[in-house]
């Protein structure tokens, strides 16, 4: 039976599947075949496969939080709001252990959406590629203005096709699936406003305004899919208390901080009750 590790993005909420990634790396618990993740839950699951404990928390409370990365003047300017290659390059640099070794023990996989189609594609990461793909992965539209180009072709943000890529997972053939999001459990996606003006910004891309109008019923239906699996798939999920306070962009410290144990203590239940079932 094959073992999958799945991360949501969500930007700043990322910080919570960090806590719970350095709990399982502390405890040394690496017991999946592959792993899977988009945006933030990409970049979390970079650090994770190469054993590299503490560095999503440096990535997101110390280089997201800075005005080189996060900057709505720079946007209303012309600019990117967030600009995720830059605080790719900057993590690289000053963190070297964020280069992805072909070698490492559990392939990751990253969910990145191909604009001409409108679907998540999930190439598998390698040394020669990740710069690219983690960019694509987080590249939110909009606040994101370019489209990163691989092999030619466009892509975008993976979390406007698949924002928890739990199916993908078990269409690899994984049958126990550890999932982890980056909302609390009962959260579901509201219905979509503002339509109108998706028209106006991706009218001319037609299979990606269709991605992302459908993003709302696409992301509950994969809730659905976590509460009801098939008959032969066993889920763990490991969600935010009600008290999780970080939303997409939050930049207050303490608040990530706070999300960051919050983390840390459910992977530490979570392996807690493990042992206590093998006892």
């Known amino acids: ?33 592959f792993a899977v993740g988009v945006s933030a839950g990409a970049t979390n699951l970079a650090t994770y496969v190469t054993r590299s404990p503490g560095l999503s928390k440096t990535i997101i409370t110390q280089y997201a939080t800075k005005r080189e990365f996060f900057s709505p003047l720079r946007f209303i300017r012309g600019g990117h709001m967030t600009d995720v290659h ?32 409108g679907q998540c594609e ?15 992965s987080c590249a939110i539209p909009t606040a994101y203005r370019e489209q990163p180009v691989i092999d030619g072709k466009r892509y975008t943000d993976g979390g406007v096709a698949d924002a928890i890529p739990v199916k993908q997972a078990y269409e690899m053939g994984a049958r126990d699936i550890t999932v982890i999001l ?16 998706l028209d106006k910004l991706y009218g001319a891309q037609p299979a990606l305004l269709d991605a992302l109008k459908r993003r709302p019923d696409s992301y509950n239906e994969t809730l659905a899919f976590l509460t009801n699996p098939p008959a032969d798939c066993h889920i763990q ?3 935010p208390d ?26 530490r239940r979570l392996l807690a009750d493990g042992c206590q079932r093998a006892a």
Request: glycine letters at 8%.
């Open 122 to 136: 999930y190439p598998r990461v390698t040394a020669d590629n990740i710069d690219q793909l983690m960019v694509a």
């Open 182 to 197: 980056s909302q609390p459990l009962g959260f579901s996606k509201p219905k979509l406003k503002a339509g109108w003006l």
């Open 1 to 33: 039976m094959k073992r999958a590790l799945v991360v949501e993005g969500g930007a700043m909420r990322g910080i919570f599947a960090a806590g719970v990634l350095d709990s399982f790396m502390s405890r040394e618990y690496y017991p999946f075949d």
């Open 86 to 117: 830059w605080l790719w390059q900057q993590c690289k640099a000053a963190l070297p252990r964020c280069k992805m070794s072909p070698k490492s023990d559990i392939p990751l996989y990253v969910g990145v959406t191909n604009v001409e189609t």
């Open 237 to 239: 999920v490991v969600a």
């Open 242 to 267: 009600t008290t999780f306070k970080v939303k997409r962009l939050t930049m207050d410290k303490l608040k990530l901080a706070m999300g960051y144990r919050s983390g840390k203590n459910a992977a």
